[in-house]
């Protein structure tokens, strides 16, 4: 079974549209991210979470918001959603005892909105 | 600001050695790590570098160079199945990852 996973893995939605991706792990991390991959761009962080009392903004956090409803789920929502956020998204996890933060990726979401 | 700039594409023979570049300008920085992604996959961690020196790995090797702000990828006996695409990544102050665009390799018989 995957470590890190992800629903749903496509998804077409239309303009104004509410949409949640969602997040979860059984690697027992305590730190969970988000991630958007756009051509040419990289990967851009939009929020992370150290716990689950614990959230922060990334690069990119207008117009998203997160939950990080236990330790192990960690969801990414589009309250109106918009065509320039049709990308690729990606959850990942770390753990905080490690030095280096190496990331867990999960298999990643393909979002299109029209 | 937080940045890392890398090629956008290199190609190489099978067998051959390729380096990647990466130059970094980023406040607070702990470390460089390198990541691999193959087309329609997930990012897969490499290597990660907090001092300056060469780490090795198998036929991956990265360096860094803080007082430069440089480091780089080295792949050795370069297979078909190396090719994809590597990514830079400056850990910063909280923990926080800040990838570069990503060079595309392509690895040719």
């Known amino acids: 079974d995957a470590d890190v996973t992800q629903t749903p893995r496509n998804r077409i939605t239309k303009t104004g549209k509410r949409i949640m991706l969602e997040c979860s792990q059984t690697?027992?991390?305590?730190?969970m991210y988000w991630y958007r991959q756009d051509p040419g761009l990289g990967l851009r962080l939009i929020y992370y979470s150290f716990d689950v009392k614990d959230i922060n903004k990334g690069e990119i956090s207008d117009g998203y918001s997160v939950s990080r409803q236990a330790q192990a789920k960690f969801s990414l929502s589009l309250e109106s959603a918009i065509p320039n956020q049709t990308a690729l998204y990606f959850c990942?996890?770390?753990?905080?005892?490690?030095?280096?933060?190496?990331?867990?990726f999960g298999p990643g979401t393909r979002l299109t909105v029209l | 600001g937080q940045s890392l700039e890398q090629p956008s594409e290199v190609t190489a023979v099978e067998g051959a050695i390729v380096q990647i570049n990466c130059t970094y300008q980023?406040?607070?920085?702990?470390?460089l790590s390198w990541y691999q992604q193959h087309d329609g996959g997930a990012p897969t961690f490499l290597s990660y570098?907090?001092?300056?020196g060469l780490e090795e790995t198998g036929r991956f090797s990265s360096f860094l160079s803080r007082s430069d702000s440089y480091g780089y990828l080295l792949l050795q006996e370069l297979q078909m199945k190396d090719s994809a695409s590597y990514f830079c990544?400056?850990?910063?102050?909280?923990?926080?990852?800040?990838f570069g665009a990503g060079t595309r390799l392509f690895v040719k018989a």
């Open positions: 570098n907090a001092l300056d």
């Open positions: 990544a400056g850990n910063t102050g909280g923990f926080k990852t800040i």
């Open positions: 990942a996890t770390s753990d905080a005892g490690s030095s280096y933060n190496e990331q867990f």
């Open positions: 980023t406040s607070g920085f702990y470390g």
């Open positions: 690697k027992g991390h305590d730190r």
